[in-house]
């Protein structure tokens, strides 16, 4: 078996045990491939292991791949910082946006969503551990964002995600995800029809599976280690 291969059955065999033992239904934690970083043709290997799902974090290194995959194309999720002038491309090439933050960059979509597609799939992303240096939304401005995106009408709003900052043990993993599944607990109980929650990477989807995930997002666990990034 390829490298590639045992990784995605290793991985898989993750949120099974975890689902058990959160008791969570089986399948109730869709896998999104991070695919940041990797070629066109790494891509291609993990659809035929199966994987229909992957998420990109810069649009023109994304659009590359989409155009090279554009002949069986999977469902492509934006998962990364949106710039205002990045909104058009992102509304015309993507199934899903997990990062948004800003009440202009959430009208930008609905408004460059084309008639033809069916509405985008939204995410609004929460800074879960309250760091100065990351983005999303503060718990307190989360509800007005909410009903707004909910009225937009090219976009479905889907529910919430987050990264938090990085904590080795299950329990500190655990106490902003289960922050994060609380805030979208307050969301439906006022009336918000969401059924998403984005969280979980490579070194906290047990946690976030036992605390509600109902999308993990995977990158380094299935392609490996990413090189540095550059600055
Ligand atoms: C890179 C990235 C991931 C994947 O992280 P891994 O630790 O490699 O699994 C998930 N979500 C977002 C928003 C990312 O930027």
């Known amino acids: 078996m390829s490298n590639l291969a045992s990784r995605i059955q290793a991985i898989r065999e993750r949120i099974r045990a975890a689902e058990q033992r959160g008791g969570r239904p089986p399948g109730s934690v869709t896998l999104l491939a991070v695919s940041k970083t990797q070629p066109a043709a790494t891509i291609r290997e993990a659809m035929t292991l ?11 290194e ?3 791949k989409l155009e090279a995959l554009d002949d069986n194309p999977p469902e492509w999720h934006f998962i990364g910082p949106i710039q205002s002038n990045k909104t058009r491309l ?3 090439n993507f199934s899903w946006v997990h990062t948004v933050e800003r009440p202009k960059i959430a009208q930008r979509l609905s408004a460059q969503r ?4 069916p509405p985008l799939n939204i995410c609004l992303q929460v800074n879960i551990s309250g760091e100065a240096s990351k983005s999303g939304l503060s718990p307190d401005e989360l509800p007005a964002m909410a009903t707004q995106v909910a009225g937009l009408s090219r976009l479905r709003l ?3 995600m987050a990264v938090p900052a990085p904590a080795q043990d299950f329990e500190a993993q655990r106490r902003p995800l289960a922050r994060l599944r609380q805030l ?7 009336g918000l029809d969401l059924d998403t929650l984005s969280m979980g ?9 036992h605390e509600g995930a109902t999308l993990v997002r995977i990158g380094t666990a299935i392609f490996g280690p990413r090189p540095p990034k550059s600055t």
């Open 50 to 60: 199966g994987l229909t799902r992957f998420g990109e974090n810069y649009l023109q």
């Open 62 to 64: 994304a659009l590359d």
């Open 90 to 92: 992102i509304a015309e």
């Open 114 to 117: 084309p008639l033809g597609l």
């Open 158 to 160: 889907r529910g919430l």
């Open 184 to 190: 979208q607990e307050a969301l439906i109980r006022d």
């Open 201 to 209: 990477m490579s070194d906290d989807l047990e946690a976030a599976v």
